[in-house]
DNA sequence: CTGAAAGCGCTTACAG
DNA sequence: CTGAAAGCGCTTACAG
């Protein structure tokens, strides 16, 4: 067990006050060069490194941030979203000398687990990347007024910072692709609906068919939690209805009900088409390739981590709201053919900037 | 912005002195049952919640582990390896009031990079599931003298704490499967060789051959990294060489080469063979559903933190070693019909008491 | 059982 | 440009 050196020995080795040495380690630019100088060396010498904790302590910040995600969900293990999410976050903190407190919290939490987040007054921010709805977390984090972000909007709290995708016109976008291809009997698994990235996936759905005139069938309409399980198990349901089509409102789900459909002797796209949300590496690589709607996963999380950190050294600026863009990704998995081209060309201009077409090479 | 309690101001409510505060918050058993009762009252109604920074300065303990994963392994995307060990850290931590700090960290580590997680003192002590051999920061640790383990074995210090489990005999005894089959063209996909699990499964697979009195042939050998896209790049290659049989050293990597399989015309298990390693929800549900060496992922994370906080809470106790139990999951892509029955059935026992077979529901 | 005091290792006005 | 001093919010011997 090495002692470590202390900023007092520092001092008394350079020659200083420990204020100048404190002063040298916060590049204050009051400090004399030479004095600068002799002092940086002692410490590259004998290899000092502050200790954290008291210079959190005095200086009244951490430069730690918190990283909340709920525990249990099965998307953690099924699919690459928060793994994903967490190296953006990460990459975005480690740019920035900030470090990340990780907390897999029961979403619905202990009173315990919400006053260790909240108060501890271990880190100077929290990301919550739960997007439950009325997450009692983020009621305790408005009342301490310290500072956070969601992944995902709140419905309940518009004026809370979060940074999401346009998961309603995506998924519209989405929808119209299949009907400009035509199909008719198009089901959706959708999120968790206490969530509201699945809320709003199925929000745009629906919109899509109300743009075209076209009647929503709530026969067609299962509920997933995201994870690959949900998709196979909601799609077995699904079967017996006849979809033509498929929209899954997570890649794993449409893994998952690819799964189900081959069990089930159906080919993909000629008896049924299919198209995920994400775009995650797998999507491209299973048989079919999936046509997708594809989100910045990993830009979330840094953009997230950038904006709270914003939010942490200008506490003024009030809450930030960012959009990040979309792109449907088209695949093998929902054919290319006009199945029945009469009076479907019809030209609905999407109103959504964020959302980009393109084509996988 | 709300003002923070500080334990004066709670001594000011209850009419007593910051110690006693301070003992009543840490349970210490010398104060009146009646003076304890008015400050937990007090401590409850105005909702107090002790800063952590200064206790920690004070206490010289942080109660936070950091977590230092290697950022960038592709494997950290394709597979729900790392999520499943940090919810493993995760739980454990939470059972025991810990807090987890995350490092993705760029396994060649800027110098910087490693003083931080070294000497910021900011937590306990340190995971490393890196399982890179000569990692340098094992040896900044062990310079440090903080506590520290390992995920997996480290072959250059063999006195340094550890959790794994038996790589080369669990590898060793999936192998003998295969060959009891009847297979003797039995390919490998190796994980990375800079990689203890990588190596030491790799090991096993050579024992094997050697205990069967069978040739080696490096042309079946084959390095990938774990991750699926490995997988199917390395079975590309392996394909024209003719194996019988595969063991890819995890199951993203069985996954990717069964893809390679599938586009190759090859009908699994009545062309080829193949078993994974892990046993990750996926591997049961592919088609077909893939044999595997079934290791406790979350359980060693969990251990993991569990053997950290004993070491930092006693720290006289020498270093740990603990091996965790694997055993094979029997399922369908290894077939189960004898091949060529002549001679084969040789009953060599396998000295591994921590393997066993088990067939899948 | 309880309190006054020193101390954890820093930062940051305040003087000079 | 530099130092002495107060302070961040706790813990923990030391007295009593």
Redesign the pocket.
């Known amino acids: 067990m090495n002692h ?5 020995e520092i001092a008394k080795l350079s ?9 040298v ?2 590049d ?9 100088q002799r002092v940086l060396q002692i410490i590259q010498q004998v290899n ?1 490194q ?2 954290a ?3 959190s ?4 910040r951490t430069r730690v941030l918190s990283l909340v995600i709920p525990e249990g969900v099965t998307r953690l293990f099924s699919d690459p979203y928060f793994p994903i999410l967490i190296q953006g976050v990460s990459m975005a903190c480690n740019a920035h000398d900030y470090s990340v407190m990780l907390w897999l919290a029961d979403p619905d939490y202990e009173r315990r687990t919400i006053s260790r987040i909240v108060q501890d007054k271990l880190s100077d921010g929290t990301i919550i990347a739960s997007m439950l709805n009325d997450d009692p977390l983020v009621e305790a984090l408005l009342e301490d007024g310290s500072p956070f972000i969601l992944i995902g909007r709140n419905p309940t709290h518009e004026n809370i910072s979060y940074v999401d995708v346009d998961n309603q016109g995506s998924t519209r976008l989405a929808i119209a692709h299949l009907l400009r291809l035509g199909y008719r009997r198009i089901a959706t698994i959708t999120g968790p609906q206490n969530m509201i990235a699945g809320l709003d996936r199925l929000e745009g759905y629906k919109q899509a068919f109300r743009q075209w005139d076209l009647p929503i069938d709530p026969d067609l309409i299962v509920e997933g939690d995201f994870s690959e399980d949900s998709g196979y198990t909601t799609m077995q349901r699904l079967i017996p209805r006849r979809p033509d089509a498929v929209f899954a409102a997570s890649d794993y789900m449409a893994i998952g009900a690819l799964r189900a459909m081959r069990e089930n002797g159906l080919r993909v796209p000629h008896d049924i088409a299919i198209i995920g949300f994400d775009d995650v590496p797998m999507a491209a690589r299973i048989d079919p390739p999936l046509t997708t709607v594809r989100q910045p996963i990993q830009k979330t999380g840094a953009i997230a981590a950038e904006v709270l950190i914003d939010l942490i050294e200008f506490p003024k600026t009030g809450p930030r709201r960012v959009i990040l863009p979309t792109e449907l990704v088209i695949r093998g998995s929902c054919g290319t053919a006009i199945r029945t081209p009469n009076e479907l060309d019809r030209t609905d201009q999407p109103d959504l900037r964020t959302t980009n077409f393109v084509t996988d090479s």
Chains 1, 2 share one sequence.
């Open positions: 470590s050196m202390t900023l007092e020659g200083v006050s420990r204020s100048t040495v404190s002063r380690i916060n204050d630019p009051k400090v004399r060069q030479e004095t600068r000092y502050p200790n904790l008291a210079r302590l005095a200086g009244g």
